[in-house]
T-cell receptor, first 109, second 113 residues
């Protein structure tokens, strides 16, 4: 059973489109992370959330603790946003980090 | 901007050999982590380390694995007797607190032949 589910698995968008990536989880968490994995494999942390909403540039992340759901939004998407976006949760019970399978985003010019 | 570094970037080894993967976390960070990602699969947590001891470890982190902070800057992952299935990208990360934003290194690609 996958404790962290992401949707969609793959997403193709045209430049300028508004993007939403969803993450649902089944365990109690201390925090939720959104990560970006570049085509070369490197991982960059975008957000860490435990409640509410965070914004950084064109990226917005929200979390609903009661519904165990988080979304990552990208406004005015650009080809350089093409990457795999990974949701990861810190399991409150054992402090393990549990990862989603990732959403592969391709933004076409 | 401070960053996490890892060496080597690529390690090729024979099955049964010992390997040591090295990481230099960000200097004022107190929490250190190792993750692995088998090609085409999701990232998996291996171990977290704080105050010179393991704080959590996953089922993957069996007796073949060990971690050490041999000095004030390096954080190492040792695999005692490598297996073919250990082939993966290994990422080190560090954070100031927990939970907190984690900063990832560029990864070491381990290939076991």
């Amino acid at each position: 059973k996958n404790e962290v589910e992401q949707s969609p698995q793959n997403l193709t968008a045209q430049e300028g489109e508004f993007i939403t990536i969803n993450c649902s989880y089944s365990v109690g968490i201390s925090a939720l992370h959104w990560l970006q994995q570049h085509p070369g494999g490197g991982i960059v942390s975008l957000f860490m959330l435990s409640s509410g909403k965070k914004k950084h540039g064109r990226l917005i992340a929200t979390i609903n603790i009661q519904e165990k759901h988080s979304s990552l939004h990208i406004t005015a998407s650009h080809p350089r946003d093409s990457a795999v976006y990974i949701c990861a949760v810190l399991d409150r019970a054992n402090n393990d980090m549990r990862f989603g399978a990732g959403t592969r985003l391709t933004v076409k010019p | 901007e401070p960053e996490v570094t890892q060496t080597p970037s690529h390690q090729v080894t024979q099955m049964g050999q010992e390997v040591i993967l090295r990481c230099v976390p960000i200097s004022n960070h107190l929490y250190f982590y190792w993750y692995r990602q088998i090609l085409g699969q999701k990232v998996e947590f291996l171990v977290s380390f704080y105050n010179n001891e393991i704080s959590e470890k996953s089922e993957i982190f069996d007796d073949q694995f060990s971690v050490e902070r041999p000095d004030g800057s390096n954080f190492t992952l040792k695999i005692r007797s490598t297996k073919l299935e250990d082939s993966a990208m290994y990422f080190c990360a560090s954070s100031e607190e927990r939970p907190d934003t984690q900063y990832f290194g560029p990864g070491t690609r381990l290939t076991v032949l």
